[in-house]
């Protein structure tokens, strides 16, 4: 079995471990030669260049994704070509364009926030009365980790984005807190779902996550699976597909966002689930059974590594870290750190949250 | 980080896993491009051959190994050339020469079974003399999975072996069970072992382990730890030592054999410890700290997939697999299906030991 994976950044590098243990080949196609899933590189090139993507296909059994920026007249040559591309481009596109996904979240009957497709000043300014004079206004297409999303009050703060095309505009929710709900669906049908998880964000960004989510009623629980099954069924998404969402103060959930592929929320599956999400993707994109989302220990904590040292030197604090905390489990990226950028993770699992909390960001801290 | 493995075999695939996670670049001088450990093959080559593996060494910070059959030669010109070589040379024949090991066992005051070098018909008849007309032959160097091992009654059963030189002579020990005892060590000299635990073996070959080595009485798994320790302090062992261990009827451990790498009785961990042996092995040759050997779950069970179906088609069997054991861990080493041959292992874990093996069985059942 051979899976080739477009796209060659840290989720297309975490599949790598679950592909040699499992005994599938893996193949890359990476942006650049040192990229983070290097060590699967077998081709460098633009995947958004149909004849590149095509070649790259040609002796792999399915396709899969790093990231959801391949064009859809990519993804339809790939299927026009009997490639099995996995999710395919039907369901890609609700992860693609965030106006898409809102329109057949609202025909599906699944809550989320209010929201209105604005198309000038004008519309932004109805939908701003309407919301209590702000809201959130974001691109469509190719925003990620906080990129493509501003809060606005006045309609004219999106006027350079709207020179560009129609925007989404949604409500600004009164959240308790973000969730996220992570589902493999398998093309003939079987789903698997990981414990509901709590994410924490800070300047649109993962930061941390707690499975399962602490204190959650079980009524929270059992809407976010019922949503996260409906949407993986209605979307037909094959592989891994990561719902996020609120938790309201009246203990409404309501869709935020969809990623159609391994998720930030789910990093803490390889150290702290018998499944990691990554084994799961490739099970699923595969179409082989799915594998037990059962946790191993009571409680995960997943922190990330942002930016780094100033220095840019990881490697001198990988033995303090090491040192400090024999039991976290370290994931770093083989990426070069940069303000802001997302290097690796730490997890660290146990009986106890707080202290698994701590362990991650006591690791994690070595890298201030 | 940059580590050279010497080895393209399935302990060097299996280190793949860990140094992505870990960040660490991996490259492996393989026999050729579709070894198991082909997706970090950088370098085909002959590793009897200086200059070839000189050449390999140049761009990584430490050699490590995937098997023990490096020459001195070549180990000692790595040396020479300043590379960090873990195990080093020193360490390595010990695991090499079995004369070697029983020699310096004996100086150590490490309890063997009773054994003598022969050098001839002569020699070995006075051995067999004094064991009870029976005795286990073995060639000093180049044996593996019950290669190089013979059980003689009569001295001229060796004499196609003798006429290549010694032999080491051992007494056919009673024992009740085999256990292994895996250590790491790092050149810094901070060590950590994993629980003892029980191998169970067939024509040479490991087929089963059980982790931690049920119904152990406490100075057994005592004294197991202590010779461990001693050998890898003596014999100045960095990276993953794994003893291999009898225990007799009357409760005393006698070291059979030696592996300085990661080792089989050790595969288990990958799937039950929070560090597995292959993370352990890098962390240790790096001279990084080492990482907790805390099992993650009660019970481990490892059966190895020895052989494979007759027809030789392993995909066609995965999905029955899994299907049946959600929660079995496969591990699959890319190879061809070959009689006998290790081609993968699955590991189940849990509060039920029976359960554990009993899950790793079912699994594995579907490769006959």
């Known amino acids: 079995m051979r899976v080739g994976v477009i796209g060659g950044g840290?989720?297309?590098?975490?599949?790598?471990?679950?592909?040699?243990?499992?005994?599938?080949?893996?193949?890359?196609?990476?942006?650049?030669?040192?990229?983070?899933?290097?060590?699967?590189?077998?081709?460098?090139?633009d995947y958004t260049d149909a004849a590149t993507v095509l070649a790259f296909a040609r002796d792999v059994d399915v396709i899969t994704f790093d990231h959801e920026h391949v064009p859809q007249t990519v993804l339809r040559a790939l299927v026009d070509a009997g490639v099995a591309v996995r999710p395919g481009p039907d369901a890609l596109l609700h992860a693609q364009d965030k106006l898409v996904l809102r329109r057949k979240l609202e025909q599906l009957g699944i809550p989320q926030p209010a929201w209105a497709e604005v198309v000038?000043?004008?519309?932004?300014?109805?939908?701003?009365?309407?919301?209590?004079?702000?809201?959130?206004?974001?691109?469509?297409?190719?925003?990620?980790?906080?990129?493509?999303?501003?809060?606005?009050?006045?309609?004219?703060?999106a006027d350079d984005w709207l020179a560009d095309g129609p925007l989404l505009a949604e409500e600004l929710v009164g959240f308790r807190r973000e969730l996220a709900q992570l589902?493999?669906?398998?093309?003939?049908?079987?789903?698997?779902?990981?414990?509901?998880?709590?994410?924490?964000?800070?300047?649109?960004?993962?930061?941390?996550?707690?499975?399962?989510?602490?204190?959650?009623?079980?009524?929270?629980?059992?809407?976010?699976?019922?949503?996260?099954?409906?949407?993986?069924?209605?979307?037909?998404?094959?592989?891994?597909?990561?719902?996020?969402?609120f938790e309201t103060d009246d203990e409404r959930v309501l869709v935020n966002e969809l990623a159609m592929r391994p998720h930030n929320?789910?990093?803490?599956?390889?150290?702290?689930?018998?499944?990691s999400q990554f084994e799961q993707h490739l099970r699923a994109v595969l179409d082989l059974p799915l594998g037990s989302t059962l946790p191993i220990a009571p409680w995960s904590a997943m922190v990330n590594v942002l930016g780094?040292?100033?220095?840019?030197?990881?490697?001198?604090?990988?033995?303090?870290?090491?040192?400090?905390?024999?039991?976290?489990?370290?994931?770093?990226?083989?990426?070069?750190?940069?303000?802001?950028?997302?290097?690796?993770?730490?997890?660290?699992?146990?009986?106890?949250?707080?202290?698994?909390?701590?362990?991650?960001?006591?690791?994690?801290?070595?890298?201030?």
């Open 10 to 45: 840290q989720l297309a590098r975490m599949m790598v471990p679950a592909a040699v243990e499992l005994g599938i080949d893996i193949a890359v196609l990476g942006e650049s030669a040192d990229a983070a899933a290097r060590i699967a590189v077998t081709t460098v090139g």
């Open 120 to 157: 000038d000043a004008a519309s932004l300014d109805a939908f701003l009365e309407r919301s209590g004079g702000r809201a959130v206004v974001k691109t469509p297409r190719g925003g990620y980790d906080g990129h493509g999303v501003r809060v606005v009050s006045d309609a004219h703060e």
């Open 183 to 245: 589902v493999a669906r398998r093309p003939s049908g079987e789903i698997a779902m990981w414990p509901l998880v709590e994410t924490v964000q800070g300047d649109g960004v993962c930061r941390e996550v707690f499975a399962p989510a602490p204190r959650s009623t079980a009524r929270v629980e059992r809407v976010s699976r019922e949503i996260a099954h409906a949407v993986a069924e209605a979307l037909g998404v094959t592989g891994v597909l990561a719902v996020e969402l």
């Open 265 to 275: 929320s789910g990093h803490w599956t390889i150290d702290g689930a018998v499944t």
């Open 308 to 368: 780094g040292p100033a220095d840019g030197d990881l490697d001198s604090r990988v033995p303090h870290l090491m040192a400090d905390q024999p039991a976290a489990k370290l994931h770093l990226y083989g990426k070069t750190p940069r303000p802001g950028r997302k290097i690796g993770h730490v997890t660290a699992t146990g009986d106890d949250l707080d202290d698994a909390v701590f362990a991650a960001r006591a690791a994690v801290a070595f890298f201030d």
